[in-house]
């Protein structure tokens, strides 16, 4: 029972990343119809430019800030240098041209940072909570991790549901045709939406690295359970990307705990696979009902 | 007033529009007459800007609108209601409606723009937090116009209005339009096939076929020419 109860809280702040990463990928998809495959990458470079402000005696929270506000303009650059040329060519060439800015970034940061393992360091401490006289799996930093990745959310929802500019920001998503005819600049809300879902992805850079270490390719797992927890979640839904990244966290966390941990990638793989059998488009999907 | 001077409009090797040329008095009612195929609809996308021309030009008060992006175009106050697919089905009525007038800086004659708009089709009032997916087809256009009217446009662009518009409902919208015509000065390019109901609330009209123009004139005279009905209108 104990073991349960530790592993399900460590899939719960696993979980919390992988569901910003989801979240991530999600934002991306609904905006441009990309799959983002540089995500991870670019969380692996704001991370490094926080360890790298770190380094030159930059305090935490100024470097944690660093992070974000790399992550918003490096998400702009992107989207502007990368993805806008080829906006109207076919999928595949954007798909593409992610994978290489991927490559390009994994090669650019030991250049840059140097190619060693480093250790980064927490927001808080990492030990244990005690309540009595027991420990438990949960660290303050667990803690900071879910408060965080919960308020990014909660503003996010709040910025697409409650205000005219996330307005904007779906109506350009859903139909940029429609859109540009009642005068939304559709070309600014893409910026800006990668630029926020580059944001949520260096958060989840920050949080992870301290227990992954950083080296430059430390954020491509991160990828591949987040890329999986907004495919159950159905792509489409950031409600179902978050909850997606949830089950992954759990899930690999009860497999790495009872089968060993060499087990993990394969029970995502296997999650993934009986899950879209059941559900092929994903539990929260509205596919169906945006093709009509 | 809006001027459209030898427009010409190609996709690929198939020429749309061959120098078609127009004016839009303000404060008046325009209707663009023709068959399927005749070039309607491409004319009324290259003023609001999604088609972009091969020659010609379309001036909005002596401004020149050709090269600006749509957006742009419609933040000079050009609104245009496209035909059939012109709401956001995944959007709430209500978050539809204030999409129109976003680019406003206007925000409390926003709030009164809706509310006109729920009072002139109350059956959008009833559904107001629904997605626009949960509308009918006459529904969806009336939402598609009150979305363009909230903006409070100078120029109206209605490309098929009547399309699945229960009879009502369209003498309806016209009325409303046609008020506004007299009271705001609005100006408004009406594209239909229903020939016979567009001469009746129009000023002017022209006659498109196979992309050229091939009459234009007060509404009423060209409603009264036998041979023209006969040719080009089917009534």
Known sequence: MSRFFVLSLNGLTQGAIYAAMALALVMIWRATQVINFAQGAMAMFTTYLALFAIDHGVPYWLAFLVALSSGLILGAIVERVIVRPVESAPPLNVVILTLGLLLFLEALAPMLFGGQIRSFPP???IVGLHFGNSQVAFSPFDAFTLGSVLAVMVLLL??????DLGLRMRAAAFNPDVSRLLGIRVGRMLTLG????????ALAGVLIAPSLLLYPTFMDQVLVFGFT?????????????????????????????????????????VILIAVLMVRPRGLFSRHRLRQA | MLE????????????????????????????????????KTTLVRTISGLVRPRAGSVRLD???????????????????????????????????????????RDRKAQRGALDETYELFPPLAGRRHLTAFSLSGGERQMLSVGRALVARPRLLLLDEPSLGLARRALVQIMGRIKALVTERGLTVL?????????????DDAIVLHLGNVVAHGPAQKLADEEGLRHAYLGF
């Not at chain 1, 709040?158 to 205000?163: A, R």
Request: hydrophobic share 50%.
């Open chain 1, 123 to 125: 927001a808080f401490s």
């Open chain 1, 158 to 163: 709040v910025l697409f549901q409650k205000t």
């Open chain 1, 194 to 201: 990668w630029s926020l879902a580059s944001l949520v992805g």
């Open chain 1, 229 to 269: 927890g907004a495919v159950l979640g159905g792509l489409d839904s950031a409600v179902g990307a978050v909850v997606g990244g949830l089950l992954m966290g759990f899930a690999l966390s009860y497999v790495g705990g009872y089968l060993g941990s060499d087990l993990e990638t394969v029970g995502a793989l």
């Open chain 2, 4 to 39: 459209v001077v030898d427009l010409t409009v190609a996709y690929g090797p198939v020429v749309a529009l061959h120098g078609v040329s127009l004016t839009v008095q303000d404060a008046s009612i325009t209707a663009v007459l023709g068959a399927n195929g005749a070039g």
């Open chain 2, 62 to 104: 002596g401004r020149e609108l050709i090269r600006l992006p749509p957006e742009e175009i419609a933040r000079l106050g050009i609104a245009h209601v496209p035909q059939g697919q012109g709401v956001l089905a995944e959007l709430t009525v209500d978050e539809n409606l204030r999409l129109g007038g976003l680019w406003r």
């Open chain 2, 190 to 202: 009406l594209i239909e096939q229903n020939a016979k109901s567009a001469l009746s609330v129009a």
